[in-house]
């Protein structure tokens, strides 16, 4: 319940803030396709912790906050290695192992890795995901399990 | 007040332009597919984000700010699973990075068993 009810106010929310108006008809109209979203998000079984995880709530901005910080190193390391006359590069392809207990928690782990430039998660087998890097150094900040220790915390709260 | 506004939006764009060039200075560069989607990354992180705080700033406290910031956040949720989508991809067909050492391409070769 809580899901369709959370689902249903965040939808209408998103409908207002896109459109800007707030004149009756506009108004209906939003609430007949929030409705109607709802009801076949219903029909195909959506509604769980996966499709509205209402569990992970503010924690996650203190993550966000922190992989900014390190999204933004890691823009300029590549930016660097890319503009160097004798581009300095040494591919690395290694497994990374993670810690997190769901899989809501690995894709945060996963698309972690792949959104901080120099390190791509190109597959997820069992426990471990394969990681592609762009130099040894970005291979080992995966590796050193910081950000692994610090999704699997974001997951226990 | 306008003005330091004026001045730092202009700064976030011109920084924002500077590392999308970058990636795509990337792109030519690097040898392959793997090590060029690192370069995309440049450009759809914080190339992409500097350029919607640059916006932003100029947009002030409006609905059109409130839009930027949605979309910054749009892009922070797809790029990385397109990304992914097209390196996996290219790993299930057998793609072999080039440059990386050969025990890597040993160790994380595709394990069928432990696949879940």
Redesign the interface.
């Known amino acids: 319940m809580v899901h369709i009810v959370g689902l249903g106010a965040s939808l209408f929310g998103?409908w207002l803030?896109?459109s800007?108006h707030f004149g009756p008809l506009l108004i209906s109209l939003g609430v007949a396709s929030v409705v109607l979203v709802l009801y076949i998000a219903h029909r195909m079984d959506l509604y769980d912790r996966e499709t509205f995880p209402v569990h992970l709530k503010g924690w996650i901005f203190g993550y966000w906050g922190w992989l900014a910080k390190e999204?933004?190193k890691a823009?300029i390391d590549?930016?660097k290695i890319?503009?160097a006359p004798s581009?300095p590069?040494?591919?690395?392809?290694?497994?990374v192992k993670a810690t997190q207990k769901t899989d809501l928690g690995m894709v945060i782990f996963?698309?972690?890795i792949?959104?901080?430039?120099?390190?791509?998660?190109?597959?997820?087998?069992?426990d471990?995901i394969?990681v592609?890097a762009?130099s040894q150094e970005l291979a080992d900040g995966v590796l050193n399990g910081d950000m692994d220790g610090r999704v699997t915390a974001l997951e226990e709260r | 007040m306008e003005m330091i506004l004026y001045i730092a939006s202009g700064a976030l764009l011109a920084a924002g332009s500077f590392l999308v060039l970058v990636g795509t200075i990337g792109m030519l560069r690097l040898p392959d597919f793997f090590t060029r989607l690192h370069a995309a990354g440049i450009t759809d992180t914080l190339g992409a984000e500097l350029l919607l705080i640059g916006m932003m700033l100029q947009a002030g406290f409006s609905l059109i700010t409130v839009k930027l910031i949605l979309i910054s956040l749009f892009i922070f949720f797809t790029s990385p699973t397109a990304t992914h989508a097209v390196a996996n991809a290219a790993r299930t067909m057998g793609l072999k990075p080039a440059l990386v050492p050969d025990e890597d391409i040993e160790t994380t070769s595709v394990r069928r068993g432990s696949a879940k």
Request: charged share 15%; proline share 5%.
């Open positions: 998103f803030l896109m800007g999204i933004f823009n590549v930016a890319v503009l581009l590069i040494s591919p690395r392809m290694v497994r996963a698309n972690s792949t959104l901080t430039p120099g390190t791509v998660a190109v597959d997820i087998e069992g471990e394969i592609h762009l």
